[in-house]
């Protein structure tokens, strides 16, 4: 095909990705629009414009704590991540290549399992004594734990296999160092980037996250869709600003670990 020829295809192509664009961003910007608008009933237009809903919504005290109790809690699950599965992962790529395989089968296990399915067995198991954790948020770090797994590991076995980690020993070891000296000073400088999206990814889907956290907590430690869900009925400006919020501050992250992914080795 000539590049004449090329030409009308290349525009086609363009044009339906456009057209498909705005389709998915006109609800995000009728949501936008209505979170700014003063009144908005009987017009095309809304009547005016303020941010006294993103004020009122970022001076509530209910909602800041929603906000941080849904911070609190990804970052406890991530952080737990973290410390388990970076030591796992060293173990299993340098000394047992060969799990590799059942490893990547294991890790999907928490996406076979339906969240309301594991809400209830969770609230049978924790519910009561020995261990009542239903309605705290430790039960919420287990459970984000689990969802956030096949992200970090998905993500980091990527920076692993393109470090050559047996070579990248060898000549730590050769140098001097003990094995968990080269893993700390040599391979996990290595991993930063491959963590960082990881990491990324993992919270801009855990903050999200809704079954678990109504389920198992509901009001008595109340996340951020809790809140949003238990405010349904409020005014649908002041709804509106809160999902472009959510939305912006999720949109944020996930943009910091696309960028971090291209840079990645």
């Given at each position: 095909m000539s590049r004449a020829e090329r030409r009308p295809?290349?525009?086609?192509?363009?044009?339906?990705?456009?057209?498909?664009?705005?389709?998915?961003?006109?609800?995000?910007a009728g949501t936008l629009v209505?979170?700014?608008?003063?009144?908005?009933?009987?017009?095309?237009?809304?009547?005016?414009?303020t941010l006294k809903w993103y004020h009122a919504l970022w001076s509530e005290q209910r909602f800041l704590?929603?906000?941080g109790?849904?911070?609190?809690?990804?970052?406890g699950a991530l952080l737990l991540s973290v410390v388990l599965i970076l030591p796992l992962l060293f173990v299993v790529h340098y000394y047992f290549p060969r799990l590799d395989g059942l490893m990547n089968i294991l890790i999907l296990l928490p996406f076979a399992i339906p969240p309301v399915v594991s809400s209830v067995g969770l609230l049978q198991?924790?519910?009561?004594?020995?261990?009542?954790?239903v309605g705290t948020p430790w039960i919420l770090i287990g459970c984000y734990f689990t969802v956030a797994l096949p992200f970090m590991y998905r993500a980091i076995t990527n920076n692993l296999q393109a470090l050559n980690l047996p070579d990248l020993m060898d000549a730590a070891r050769m140098l001097g160092a003990s094995t968990w000296q080269a893993a700390f000073w040599v391979v996990l400088p290595n991993l930063r980037?491959?963590?960082?999206?990881?990491?990324?990814?993992?919270?801009s889907f855990l903050f999200g996250e809704f079954v678990f956290a109504n389920l198992l907590v509901g009001t008595r430690y109340e996340t951020l869709q809790v809140y949003l869900n238990n405010m349904r009925n409020s005014s649908g400006h002041f709804n509106s600003a809160l999902v472009i919020s959510y939305f912006f501050f999720v949109l944020v992250?996930?943009?910091?670990?696309?960028?971090?992914?291209?840079?990645?080795?």
């Open positions: 295809a290349r525009l086609y192509h363009r044009l339906v990705v456009w057209l498909l664009f705005l389709i998915l961003l006109m609800p995000l209505y979170s700014l608008a003063s009144s908005w009933s009987a017009t095309i237009l809304p009547d005016g414009f704590i929603a906000f109790q849904s911070l609190l809690v990804c970052f198991i924790y519910g009561s004594d020995p261990l009542p954790l980037k491959g963590v960082m999206v990881a990491l990324f990814l993992s919270f992250f996930t943009w910091a670990a696309n960028r971090l992914n291209k840079d990645a080795p």
